[in-house]
């Protein structure tokens, strides 16, 4: 039985995979685990490692830290993949206010952080640990322990303690800030359910309509000439002509009295469209049947390498295949086919045209789903490599008593988000599934949770009778004070519905658990604030973990 023995307790390439392996399936499976409907999820993976290296499980430090490392790069680089399409996107119209308020937050907690150090006396390298827990954000840990080991040379097993010891309540401490806002704020559900289900409604979404051409000024004229002549991205799908006939709609296409059009745009814009033309009109059944035998409509799968990244105005499909792209359908959203949209693999695109035309463009633009599942190696391991290179550039800023470094969690975490960004442009494909970008993300937080686990759990039991145990409350007070403050900046400055503030307070703690307790009550618009915050968020995170370290040393 010593070989036994030896899996869990001894030393060796075996020990260290069975071990690993073992308190990640044992920390996944009590993830599923719900109390009151929150869950603590992976991160119970944490603490199964902490519990292993308390009863002596030990994996040789050098195997750790790779494990550690790797899962971290794993993990951040992956999280910079999903965010990257909508980091810069975030930015714009409303999003601005949203993400200064989710800046503020961040802020505030580092902030809140440093003063109950400069208060209490407690180290502020485990502060950033006890910060991290209380806004239950993995990539911070991860950051401050890689800053503190490249500086120093040393680590700090209390970052993990403190991150262990405030988290629980960082999950739930957010859920309690929320209902006491509303509290705070009096706020009425109903009433603003119903602010709140408006303010949700894309407002870019492609829709399609149908008009009447009464205008005479446009009278003759080719769609490429109305087009100049209204200002407003639009698409004519088909044209009912008033003597019976239709046609496919082509830019030279010469529109005349009492033509039906039917026209696909963004919803802000069919107002304008509509009266420019004439006025709108009811889309007949005769206008969406199937009035030509001829004439198809079909989503075709962008998966050529060759067509990633142009412009539907580059393509000319409408002129080379005679067919028109009402419609483009990027991860679940309807775009708009203007001509300066830029396709990237896994598009779907709305062609109508005649069979055999759409069967070309098909075959032009890939249409195979089979090829998108292929894995695309070559961006993934070299955008990683480009981020250790970029996490090991020293930058002297004044102030500074050394060189900071974006390190192993900086580094990947900015060309993910510029490769997701503008690969497509330069015809880089960075394409992955939902389900692989997941699979590699999880692969990678749980090495990462596993490897800190073991690492942290000597001495932990010793480090919460000494004193450790105020970390929690330390943790309360940084998870409540940012969102108390930034809710009542929101609601009473900023206007924003109870809805908004969920999903804002959510994202901006990153906290899911949160987030999914905001959407059984608030429907989709707090999925959305979610989304448009969680970017820059997560940049922040990584980012002010780093600085509260060099700060700390």
């Given at each position: 039985?010593?070989?036994?023995?030896?899996?869990?307790?001894?030393?060796?390439?075996?020990?260290?995979?069975?071990?690993?392996?073992?308190?990640?399936?044992?920390?996944?499976?009590?993830?599923?685990?719900?109390?009151?409907?929150?869950?603590?999820?992976?991160?119970?993976?944490?603490?199964?490692?902490?519990?292993?290296?308390?009863?002596?499980?030990?994996?040789?430090?050098?195997?750790?830290?790779?494990?550690?490392?790797?899962?971290?790069?794993?993990?951040?680089?992956?999280?910079?993949?999903?965010?990257?399409?909508?980091?810069?996107?975030?930015?714009?119209?409303?999003?601005?206010t949203l993400n200064m308020l989710a800046v503020g937050f961040v802020l505030l907690g580092c902030i809140t952080t440093y003063v109950i150090h400069l208060f209490t006396d407690t180290s502020l390298i485990t502060m950033i640990g006890v910060l991290s827990g209380a806004v239950t954000n993995t990539p911070g840990l991860g950051a401050a322990q890689q800053t503190l080991l490249e500086t120093t040379g040393a680590e700090d097993p209390s970052i993990a303690m403190?991150?262990?010891?405030?988290?629980?309540?960082?999950?739930?401490?957010?859920?309690?800030?929320?209902?006491?806002?509303?509290?705070?704020?009096?706020?009425?559900?109903?009433?603003?359910?119903?602010?709140?289900?408006?303010?949700?409604?894309?407002?870019?979404?492609?829709?399609?309509?149908?008009?009447?051409?009464?205008?005479?000024?446009?009278?003759?004229?080719?769609?490429?000439?109305?087009?100049?002549?209204?200002?407003?991205?639009?698409?004519?799908?088909?044209?009912?002509?008033?003597?019976?006939?239709?046609?496919?709609?082509?830019?030279?296409?010469?529109?005349?009295?009492?033509?039906?059009?039917?026209?696909?745009?963004?919803?802000?814009?069919?107002?304008?469209?509509?009266?420019?033309?004439?006025?709108?009109?009811?889309?007949?059944?005769?206008?969406?049947?199937?009035?030509?035998?001829?004439?198809?409509?079909?989503?075709?799968?962008?998966?050529?390498?060759?067509?990633?990244?142009?412009?539907?105005?580059?393509?000319?499909?409408?002129?080379?295949?005679?067919?028109?792209?009402?419609?483009?359908?990027?991860?679940?959203?309807?775009?708009?086919?203007?001509?300066?949209?830029?396709?990237?693999?896994?598009?779907?695109?709305?062609?109508?045209?005649?069979?055999?035309?759409?069967?070309?463009?098909?075959?032009?633009?890939?249409?195979?789903?089979?090829?998108?599942?292929?894995?695309?190696?070559?961006?993934?391991?070299?955008?990683?490599?480009?981020?250790?290179?970029?996490?090991?550039?020293?930058?002297?800023?004044?102030?500074?008593?050394?060189?900071?470094?974006?390190?192993?969690?900086?580094?990947?975490?900015?060309?993910?988000?510029?490769?997701?960004?503008?690969?497509?442009?330069?015809?880089?494909?960075?394409?992955?599934?939902?389900?692989?970008?997941?699979?590699?993300?999880?692969?990678?937080?749980?090495?990462?949770?596993?490897?800190?686990?073991?690492?942290?759990?000597?001495?932990?039991?010793?480090?919460?009778?000494?004193?450790?145990?105020?970390?929690?409350?330390?943790?309360?007070?940084?998870?409540?004070?940012?969102?108390?403050?930034?809710?009542?900046?929101?609601?009473?400055?900023?206007?924003?519905?109870?809805?908004?503030?969920?999903?804002?307070?959510?994202?901006?703690?990153?906290?899911?658990?949160?987030?999914?307790?905001?959407?059984?009550?608030?429907?989709?618009?707090?999925?959305?604030?979610?989304?448009?915050?969680?970017?820059?968020?997560?940049?922040?995170?990584?980012?002010?973990?780093?600085?509260?370290?060099?700060?700390?040393?």
């Open positions: 039985m010593e070989w036994f023995v030896n899996l869990f307790m001894g030393s060796g390439v075996a020990h260290s995979l069975f071990l690993i392996a073992l308190i990640i399936a044992i920390g996944t499976q009590l993830g599923k685990i719900k109390i009151a409907g929150v869950s603590l999820g992976i991160t119970w993976i944490l603490f199964v490692g902490i519990f292993a290296s308390a009863l002596g499980m030990r994996v040789d430090a050098g195997t750790l830290h790779f494990i550690k490392e790797f899962g971290l790069i794993l993990f951040i680089y992956s999280i910079g993949l999903q965010v990257g399409p909508g980091f810069f996107a975030s930015f714009k119209k409303g999003g601005i403190g991150y262990a010891v405030a988290y629980p309540l960082g999950v739930v401490g957010v859920i309690i800030s929320l209902l006491l806002i509303k509290k705070i704020l009096k706020v009425d559900v109903e009433k603003e359910k119903a602010v709140a289900d408006a303010a949700a409604q894309p407002k870019e979404v492609a829709t399609r309509f149908a008009v009447m051409v009464e205008n005479p000024g446009v009278f003759g004229k080719p769609l490429f000439d109305v087009d100049k002549l209204i200002g407003r991205p639009f698409v004519v799908s088909r044209i009912y002509h008033s003597d019976g006939t239709m046609e496919v709609a082509s830019s030279s296409s010469v529109i005349n009295k009492d033509d039906r059009l039917l026209i696909v745009t963004s919803s802000p814009n069919i107002e304008n469209v509509a009266t420019f033309l004439g006025r709108q009109i009811e889309v007949g059944k005769d206008m969406v049947g199937n009035v030509d035998t001829q004439l198809v409509s079909r989503k075709i799968l962008v998966t050529k390498p060759e067509v990633n990244g142009r412009t539907l105005g580059e393509l000319k499909l409408r002129s080379i295949y005679g067919i028109n792209i009402t419609r483009v359908n990027r991860s679940g959203i309807d775009l708009t086919a203007t001509p300066d949209l830029i396709l990237q693999m896994g598009d779907r695109v709305m062609v109508v045209g005649s069979e055999k035309a759409i069967n070309k463009v098909s075959v032009f633009m890939g249409n195979s789903s089979e090829q998108l599942w292929e894995p695309n190696l070559i961006p993934l391991f070299f955008g990683i490599a480009l981020g250790v290179l970029l996490g090991s550039i020293p930058f002297m800023f004044p102030g500074m008593p050394q060189a900071v470094k974006l390190g192993l969690a900086g580094g990947p975490l900015i060309i993910a988000i510029l490769m997701s960004r503008f690969g497509p442009k330069y015809h880089l494909i960075t394409y992955t599934t939902i389900s692989a970008n997941k699979m590699l993300r999880e692969i990678g937080i749980s090495l990462f949770l596993a490897a800190v686990g073991l690492g942290a759990g000597e001495g932990f039991v010793d480090m919460i009778l000494s004193g450790g145990y105020l970390w929690i409350l330390y943790g309360f007070i940084i998870t409540i004070v940012p969102v108390i403050i930034i809710s009542i900046i929101a609601r009473k400055a900023c206007k924003l519905n109870y809805f908004q503030i969920l999903g804002l307070i959510s994202g901006s703690s990153t906290n899911p658990p949160a987030l999914a307790f905001s959407n059984s009550i608030g429907g989709a618009t707090p999925s959305v604030t979610y989304a448009t915050v969680y970017p820059i968020t997560m940049f922040l995170r990584v980012l002010t973990a780093q600085i509260l370290i060099l700060m700390a040393i």
